[in-house]
């Protein structure tokens, strides 16, 4: 790689290079970026004066490293490409700071459409069927829509993905997997009832997840598959929502080791993929990645309450600086990896950790933990941008097409995958979620209880109300009702 002189720019985080002219031009004068002349496809602001934008989010940063490399050159595309729609280009309507409505209508047609017929071309993802039911389904939940409609439709589709030895594979003849057990089960809990919790083979689940139980506290996402920190967050759902026995089966691997819980040394194991760099690996000694911090962050507040078992196992301040350094401007929204690009799904895998860091940090309301590090002291207001992340997701991330659904950035296409991460993100930015009482007792898993309301400050508010989405539960992430009618009616369920 050489090094080449470039014009010196500010950005916090990231640094790179701005090839635009044009917008840097723009950035100097302080105006947004125009609008298509075509009112019938793009347009800017409607006020008659500019959109009220902080200069951040609408100018190139003004110092920069010298050293250009593929990864800067990337970053440099990247910021070209979302700085004109994040000043008002392709918008039809903006209001007064520069924040269009979100597509409400386009999105929701879009996900029922993907729970219909697909096109030849989703033949290759077969085995993530789970996964795209689930997506479509926690998206719809959030845009506000009933998805109990699907409830007979889904138990067919789901009951000859269970296989007799245990656990949900992503199509029939299939081996089971963590990933697709656990959409499996999100995706039932949302449409609820009796014959939808009912299909679930709780003995052979049980006898499945003591297979994959490591003698080093993990599990493995498959009978011979990989062991990292997804099975980790995955097993942990499956047996907190189904209250499956915790008890380990003689037969398992991890009795080699001594254990004799499902949880034993899961915490531990889970402490051990924390990088030097603060963030999470899939499992330990490899790269920090935002998916696997919510991954850590949520299995741990499953096993115990965050404010007790966060800090015990991973080192906070340092994680909080790593996911900090997640977001960047003038984008707003999150990077997944330390020297990648945004993409609108890390809006849930980063975004998501901060309601958990928050209640690791404060603790049940009305108490305050006692830290002797000052920077775990509760914090009174958002430890991330949040105006910021809303900016991203609805200027960059819709598809204005009459397509629908939500994507990555700017230049990609939306899918299932991305509408439910990026509407996940909105709701954590859009609403403050408490750690209202903790449990008792590590034992029972269901013993938290959270509240949740608008996120309000002192700051104005930018987007509308009227596109704020629902709410979803900052552990399971599907709806908090779905969460506790799941798991009161496994309750009644002592043993099989």
């Not at 009933?146 to 269970?162: C, G, H, K, W």
């Not at 007799?164 to 039932?188: C, E, M, N, W």
């Not at 709780?202 to 009978?223: E, H």
């Amino acid at each position: 790689m050489k090094a080449s002189s470039r014009h010196a720019r500010l950005r916090q985080k990231v640094v790179f290079k701005h090839q635009a002219r044009k917008l840097a031009a723009m950035a100097a004068s302080q105006q947004p970026a125009p609008a298509s002349r075509d009112s019938s496809t793009a347009r800017g602001a409607t006020s008659a004066s500019d959109p009220v934008m902080p200069n951040i989010f609408r100018s190139a940063p003004v110092i920069q490293d010298a050293l250009v490399t593929d990864s800067s050159q990337l970053q440099d595309d990247t910021l070209d490409e979302c700085l004109p729609f994040l000043t008002g280009y392709g918008h039809e309507h903006c209001n007064m700071h520069g924040i269009p409505p979100l597509l409400r209508g386009r999105h929701v047609k879009f996900l029922h459409k993907q729970l219909g017929m697909l096109p030849p071309t989703f033949k290759s993802a077969d085995a993530s069927r789970p996964w795209v039911i689930y997506w479509c389904l926690a998206a719809l939940s959030l845009l506000g829509e009933d998805v109990a409609s699907y409830r007979s439709r889904l138990i067919e589709t789901f009951r000859p993905m269970q296989n007799k030895t245990g656990g949900i594979a992503g199509g029939f003849g299939q081996t089971s997997h963590l990933a697709t057990t656990y959409a499996a089960v999100l995706a039932l809990a949302m449409v609820g009832g009796d014959d939808a919790y009912d299909l679930i083979d709780r003995r052979s689940m049980w006898r499945w997840l003591c297979s994959l139980k490591q003698p080093d506290g993990g599990f493995q996402m498959a009978a011979g598959g990989e062991e990292d920190v997804r099975g980790a967050y995955c097993a942990s759902v499956i047996i907190s929502l189904l209250n499956i026995p915790r008890n380990l089966s003689t037969d398992s691997p991890a009795c080699s080791a001594g254990h004799t819980d499902l949880f034993d040394g899961l915490p531990e194991w889970v402490a051990r993929c924390q990088t030097y760099e603060g963030g999470v690996s899939a499992a330990p000694g490899l790269e920090a990645h935002g998916a696997y911090a919510f991954c850590a962050l949520g299995c741990l507040s499953i096993i115990d309450s965050p404010h007790r078992t966060v800090p015990k196992y991973l080192n906070v301040p340092r994680l909080i600086s790593w996911l900090s350094s997640r977001q960047y401007a003038p984008e707003g929204g999150f990077s997944g990896r330390t020297n990648k690009l945004v993409d609108g799904c890390y809006s849930h895998w980063v975004g998501g950790c901060w309601p958990l860091i928050e209640a690791s940090l404060g603790g049940p309301e009305g108490q305050r933990t006692r830290h002797a590090d000052s920077a775990l002291a509760e914090a009174s207001g958002s430890l991330f941008s949040r105006s910021g992340l809303i900016r991203y997701i609805l200027c960059c991330c819709q598809d204005l097409s009459k397509r629908g659904g939500l994507r990555d950035k700017p230049s990609k296409y939306s899918d299932a995958y991305h509408t439910c991460y990026v509407l996940a993100g909105l709701s954590f930015a859009q609403h403050k979620w408490t750690l209202a009482s903790a449990r008792a007792d590590a034992l029972l898993m269901h013993g938290d209880a959270w509240t949740v309301a608008p996120f309000k400050s002192d700051e104005e508010q930018i987007f509308e109300e009227n596109d704020r989405v629902a709410t979803t539960h900052p552990v399971y992430v599907i709806p908090q009702r779905n969460v506790d009618d799941c798991q009161r009616y496994f309750a009644s369920k002592i043993g099989f």
